[in-house]
């Protein structure tokens, strides 16, 4: 797969997971009062109001950042006062229905940008950039930065400070529990060199990394936290949705991946699957194909297994034979 090809159903899918981020969070947020949307969680912190306030002023500038990229050299953008901008333009005093409708219609016209981008712009790598001080996640100023990585850290900086406004109004707004998702931990032995792997063969990008030895890699929604000799055994499986299971194999296959079972249809998804140096699975599975038949499954053990037709099966001896005694 391309990577002008990679890119057009990337830049759509951040353009959703901004979408989903603004249909999710409205509800919630129109439940809030007016009183609890003013409160400040204490003299120095911003109150929901202001929080939803500076997300405007973040929409605002990133999106003129997003429109100038795609026609003027490099990814350096100016900077802003954010303390001063929430600070003068009152967002306390502002009435909370109207900010949120501001909010919403600025993010949703950014979600339309952000889908229109042509790929071979998106996924261009500028040395020079200044995203080691614009960016929520920083990119280092020695690494080239693409602008899709700038919209998808977009992305995640609203979707934290929405995290804030969920911290500062408590149960009322959110239900008596809620859960806010759930991030596998791989073990690893050597941290710079699965790292290296995920960045360059996966194509992931570094969300941070500590230097005690645990960092965070994402590709798009999906992120994967490492421990460098902790925090479980090698050999862990991790399920991971993609959109193409199948133009994510090509892609995958050109950069040097190890497949350790090529996309393969069943019941529940077209799924390929991938090992990394040290030994975890990755699921990589896309919905799948209703009009091809179920291939084998390739277990934990290196064994196959066939399906049968009333939904169970069978473990293949092998090439062409099935053993009958074995079932699943």
């Known amino acids: 797969m391309t990577p002008s090809a990679r890119t057009a159903e990337r830049m759509p899918a951040i353009a959703d997971a901004l979408r989903e981020a603004i249909d999710a969070a409205l509800p919630r947020l129109e439940a809030i009062d007016d009183t609890v949307s003013a409160r400040r969680p204490a003299p120095d912190k911003w109150s929901p109001r202001e929080i939803i306030g500076h997300l405007i002023d973040s929409a605002t500038n990133n999106h003129a950042r997003f429109v100038k990229a795609q026609f003027e050299p490099g990814l350096v ?71 899709a990585y700038f919209m998808a850290d977009y992305v995640a900086h609203l979707e934290h400070h929405l995290r804030q406004i969920w911290a500062i ?108 140096p040290d030994g975890n699975v990755l699921r990589m599975g896309s919905e799948p194909l209703p009009d091809e038949p179920m291939g084998q499954w390739l277990d934990m ?4 297994w066939a399906p049968l037709a009333d939904g169970s099966w069978r473990r293949v001896e092998h090439a062409g034979a099935a053993e009958p005694q074995e079932r699943r």
């Open 77 to 147: 953008f100016p900077g802003y006062a954010q303390e001063d901008w929430v600070r003068v333009q009152r967002y306390q005093d502002e009435p909370w229905r109207e900010l949120l409708a501001l909010w919403a219609a600025s993010n949703r016209h950014i979600a339309r940008v952000i889908a229109q981008v042509p790929p071979e712009i998106a996924e261009r790598q500028h040395a020079r950039h200044n995203l080691h001080e614009v960016a929520w996640t920083p990119v280092p100023v020695d690494r080239p930065a693409t602008l």
């Open 169 to 276: 109004v408590g149960d009322a707004a959110r239900g008596a529990l809620h859960f806010e998702g759930a991030v596998p931990i791989l073990h690893v032995r050597d941290l710079s060199a699965t790292i290296a792997y995920y960045t360059t063969v996966l194509g992931f990008h570094v969300e941070w990394d500590d230097p005690g030895g645990v960092a965070s890699v994402r590709r798009d929604r999906a992120s994967i936290m490492m421990v460098q000799g902790d925090q479980g055994h090698p050999g862990t499986w991790v399920w991971v949705g993609v959109s193409d299971a199948r133009a994510l194999h090509a892609e995958l296959v050109s950069r040097g991946a190890s497949i350790r079972q090529p996309p393969t249809n069943y019941r529940w998804s077209l799924e390929l699957h991938v090992t990394d």
């Open 301 to 304: 053990r290196g064994r196959r």
